[in-house]
Protein backbone atom coordinates (compact mmCIF):
# COMPACT_ATOMS: atom_id res chain seq x y z
CA UNK A 1 0.00 0.00 0.00
CA UNK A 2 0.99 3.70 -0.75
CA UNK A 3 2.19 6.20 1.68
CA UNK A 4 0.32 9.09 1.64
CA UNK A 5 2.75 12.36 1.54
CA UNK A 6 0.26 14.89 0.15
CA UNK A 7 0.76 16.28 3.65
CA UNK A 8 4.63 16.74 2.69
CA UNK A 9 3.47 18.43 -0.70
CA UNK A 10 1.21 20.61 1.03
CA UNK A 11 3.86 22.33 3.00
CA UNK A 12 6.04 22.76 0.41
CA UNK A 13 3.38 24.36 -1.77
CA UNK A 14 2.45 26.54 1.47
CA UNK A 15 5.97 27.44 2.24
CA UNK A 16 6.90 28.17 -2.07
CA UNK A 17 3.65 30.47 -1.53
CA UNK A 18 4.77 32.35 1.56
CA UNK A 19 8.06 32.70 -0.29
CA UNK A 20 6.83 34.46 -3.11
CA UNK A 21 4.66 36.55 -1.10
CA UNK A 22 7.84 37.61 0.75
CA UNK A 23 9.38 38.80 -2.62
CA UNK A 24 6.56 40.32 -3.56
CA UNK A 25 6.27 42.63 -0.76
CA UNK A 26 9.77 43.19 -0.45
CA UNK A 27 10.00 44.49 -3.83
CA UNK A 28 7.59 46.74 -3.29
CA UNK A 29 9.07 47.82 -0.34
CA UNK A 30 12.30 48.45 -2.10
CA UNK A 31 11.14 49.80 -5.22
CA UNK A 32 9.15 52.66 -2.85
CA UNK A 33 11.88 53.58 -1.00
CA UNK A 34 14.31 53.86 -3.70
CA UNK A 35 11.58 55.91 -6.05
CA UNK A 36 11.58 53.21 -8.87
CA UNK A 37 8.18 53.84 -10.55
CA UNK A 38 5.57 51.18 -9.70
CA UNK A 39 3.83 48.96 -11.83
CA UNK A 40 3.17 45.74 -12.28
CA UNK A 41 4.93 45.00 -14.52
CA UNK A 42 8.07 46.13 -12.81
CA UNK A 43 7.12 44.77 -9.74
CA UNK A 44 6.80 41.33 -11.37
CA UNK A 45 10.04 42.05 -12.88
CA UNK A 46 11.31 42.59 -9.50
CA UNK A 47 9.72 39.77 -7.62
CA UNK A 48 10.55 37.27 -9.86
CA UNK A 49 6.53 36.65 -9.93
CA UNK A 50 4.08 37.09 -13.10
CA UNK A 51 1.79 39.92 -12.90
CA UNK A 52 -1.17 37.73 -12.88
CA UNK A 53 -0.26 36.37 -9.65
CA UNK A 54 0.21 39.93 -8.83
CA UNK A 55 -3.52 40.39 -9.88
CA UNK A 56 -4.83 37.71 -7.86
CA UNK A 57 -3.42 38.80 -4.21
CA UNK A 58 -6.24 41.52 -3.71
CA UNK A 59 -3.87 43.27 -0.92
CA UNK A 60 -0.54 43.39 -2.81
CA UNK A 61 -2.80 44.73 -5.98
CA UNK A 62 -4.49 47.21 -3.84
CA UNK A 63 -0.88 48.05 -2.59
CA UNK A 64 0.05 48.62 -6.22
CA UNK A 65 -2.48 50.76 -7.08
CA UNK A 66 -2.21 53.21 -3.63
CA UNK A 67 1.51 53.71 -4.58
CA UNK A 68 0.88 53.99 -8.19
CA UNK A 69 -2.08 56.75 -7.42
CA UNK A 70 1.07 58.46 -4.65
CA UNK A 71 3.31 58.80 -7.00
CA UNK A 72 1.01 60.06 -9.78
CA UNK A 73 -0.07 63.10 -7.28
CA UNK A 74 3.10 63.77 -6.37
CA UNK A 75 4.42 66.73 -9.75
CA UNK A 76 7.50 66.17 -10.70
CA UNK A 77 8.54 69.88 -9.94
CA UNK A 78 6.07 71.54 -7.22
CA UNK A 79 5.49 74.63 -8.80
CA UNK A 80 5.86 77.80 -6.47
CA UNK A 81 3.29 80.04 -4.72
CA UNK A 82 2.47 83.09 -6.31
CA UNK A 83 3.29 84.79 -3.51
CA UNK A 84 7.12 83.68 -3.39
CA UNK A 85 7.36 83.83 -7.24
CA UNK A 86 9.57 86.76 -8.25
CA UNK A 87 7.86 89.87 -10.23
CA UNK A 88 8.96 90.86 -13.91
CA UNK A 89 9.43 94.08 -12.51
CA UNK A 90 11.49 92.46 -9.37
CA UNK A 91 13.83 90.22 -11.87
CA UNK A 92 14.34 93.65 -14.14
CA UNK A 93 15.83 95.48 -11.19
CA UNK A 94 17.92 92.17 -10.50
CA UNK A 95 19.06 91.45 -14.39
CA UNK A 96 19.65 96.09 -14.06
CA UNK A 97 22.11 95.22 -10.63
CA UNK A 98 23.59 92.69 -12.19
CA UNK A 99 24.30 94.27 -15.21
CA UNK A 100 25.77 97.36 -13.31
CA UNK A 101 28.55 95.20 -11.43
CA UNK A 102 29.74 93.61 -14.15
CA UNK A 103 30.24 97.43 -15.87
CA UNK A 104 31.90 98.08 -12.24
CA UNK A 105 34.12 94.76 -12.46
CA UNK A 106 34.97 95.96 -16.18
CA UNK A 107 36.50 99.20 -14.95
CA UNK A 108 38.07 97.80 -12.13
CA UNK A 109 39.98 95.06 -14.37
CA UNK A 110 40.26 97.67 -16.88
CA UNK A 111 42.77 99.59 -13.85
CA UNK A 112 44.04 96.66 -12.69
CA UNK A 113 45.81 96.22 -16.23
CA UNK A 114 46.68 99.42 -17.09
CA UNK A 115 48.42 99.31 -13.65
CA UNK A 116 50.60 96.48 -14.03
CA UNK A 117 51.59 97.50 -17.55
CA UNK A 118 52.66 100.65 -16.09
CA UNK A 119 54.50 99.01 -13.16
CA UNK A 120 56.38 96.55 -15.52
CA UNK A 121 57.29 99.34 -17.86
CA UNK A 122 58.45 100.98 -14.88
CA UNK A 123 60.46 97.58 -14.29
CA UNK A 124 61.80 97.17 -17.25
CA UNK A 125 63.03 100.76 -17.54
CA UNK A 126 64.87 99.89 -14.04
CA UNK A 127 66.93 96.79 -15.56
CA UNK A 128 68.36 98.73 -18.38
CA UNK A 129 71.89 98.07 -18.61
CA UNK A 130 73.71 101.62 -18.05
CA UNK A 131 70.62 103.36 -16.04
CA UNK A 132 71.71 105.38 -13.06
CA UNK A 133 69.76 104.94 -9.99
CA UNK A 134 69.75 108.53 -8.72
CA UNK A 135 67.57 109.57 -11.93
CA UNK A 136 64.36 110.07 -11.52
CA UNK A 137 61.52 108.02 -12.70
CA UNK A 138 59.27 109.04 -14.77
CA UNK A 139 55.80 107.72 -14.75
CA UNK A 140 54.34 106.33 -18.18
CA UNK A 141 51.38 107.54 -19.03
CA UNK A 142 51.15 105.68 -21.93
CA UNK A 143 49.54 102.32 -20.94
CA UNK A 144 50.54 99.17 -22.28
CA UNK A 145 47.57 97.23 -23.93
CA UNK A 146 45.70 94.59 -21.78
CA UNK A 147 48.09 91.15 -20.53
Not at 70 to 93: E, F, K, M, N
Not at 98 to 119: H, V
Amino acid sequence: MPVDNSHLIIAAAQQRALATRRRATAALRRMDATGIAITFETVAREAGVSRSWLYNHPDLKAEIERLRARRRSIPAARPVPDRQRASDASLLRRLEAATERNRQLEAENRESREALALALGERRTADLPGRRDDTPRKKSSAAIGPC
